[in-house]
């Protein structure tokens, strides 16, 4: 059982930057691959980044791909998403997600066992 914490979000100007964090308490952090998704208001929750257990593998969506960083820390059982160039359509509902089986459909929802509560991310223009 893994219990998740986001934390970060917050109200950013467009092209601004804000960096989300995600706590992760529990056993086995280290076996789980974790991953960001989002949800705006209306729409369905979408695939952001997916990053491996050990971190040498890293998958992003192509709407924030060479904007968005995501990184772990194993030591501190926490996980970052680092959102550069931020767009108004960024704007969502951030979730942190892990997910302990191996799985080519990262990017659906379905494929993770544990979600956090969610940040909120605004990005004004």
């Known amino acids: 059982q893994v219990q998740l914490v986001e934390s970060g979000g917050g109200l950013v100007q467009t092209g601004g930057s804000l960096r989300l964090s995600c706590a992760a308490s529990?056993?086995?952090?280290?076996?789980?691959?974790m991953g960001w998704f989002r949800q705006a208001p209306g729409k369905e929750r979408e695939f952001v980044a997916r990053i491996s257990w050990s971190g040498g593998s890293t998958y992003y969506a192509d709407s924030v791909k060479g904007r968005f960083t995501i990184a772990r820390d194993n030591g501190k059982n926490t996980v970052y998403l680092q959102m550069n160039g931020l767009k108004s359509e960024d704007t969502a509902v951030y979730y942190c997600a892990a997910s302990a089986r191996v799985s080519s459909s990262y990017y659906s929802p379905s494929a993770w066992d544990y979600w956090g509560q969610g940040t909120q991310v605004t990005v004004s223009s």
């Open positions: 529990g056993r086995g952090f280290s076996n789980y691959a």
